[in-house]
């Protein structure tokens, strides 16, 4: 069981940038993929962005490629995700999800564990 809880939404004009923090509990954090999702009004749920277990390879959706940066911390069971160069299609509530399976994943059904999401918001 992996229980998650997102921090660091908010509200930032076009082009600054956003610190998202996913602090996990529970035994599988450290063994599992961490990804991060977003989800805009009206919208489906889509993927941004994963990590390994280790930190060791990680994988961006083409929309924020180069903008963001996904990172893990398993000492403190955090997972960061980085938002520079922020624009309004990026405004979305962000979820972090764990995969305890192998390999890095983009579809939303691979993950077991969710928070409860945190809004950010970017204004023109």
């Known amino acids: 069981q992996v229980q998650l809880v997102e921090s660091g939404g908010g509200l930032v004009q076009a082009g600054g940038s956003l610190r998202l923090s996913c602090a996990a509990s529970?035994?599988?954090?450290?063994?599992?993929?961490m990804g991060w999702f977003r989800q805009a009004p009206g919208k489906e749920r889509e993927f941004v962005a994963a990590?390994?277990?280790?930190?060791?390879?990680?994988y961006y959706a083409d929309s924020v490629k180069g903008r963001f940066t996904i990172s893990r911390d398993n000492a403190k069971s955090t997972v960061y995700l980085q938002m520079n160069t922020l624009n309004p299609e990026d405004t979305a509530v962000y979820y972090c999800?764990?995969?305890?399976?192998?390999?890095?994943?983009?579809?939303?059904?691979?993950?077991?564990?969710w928070g409860q999401g945190t809004q950010v918001t970017v204004s023109s």
């Open positions: 529970g035994r599988t954090f450290t063994t599992a993929a």
């Open positions: 990590i390994s277990w280790n930190g060791g390879s990680t």
């Open positions: 999800a764990a995969d305890p399976g192998f390999g890095l994943k983009v579809g939303a059904g691979y993950y077991d564990y």
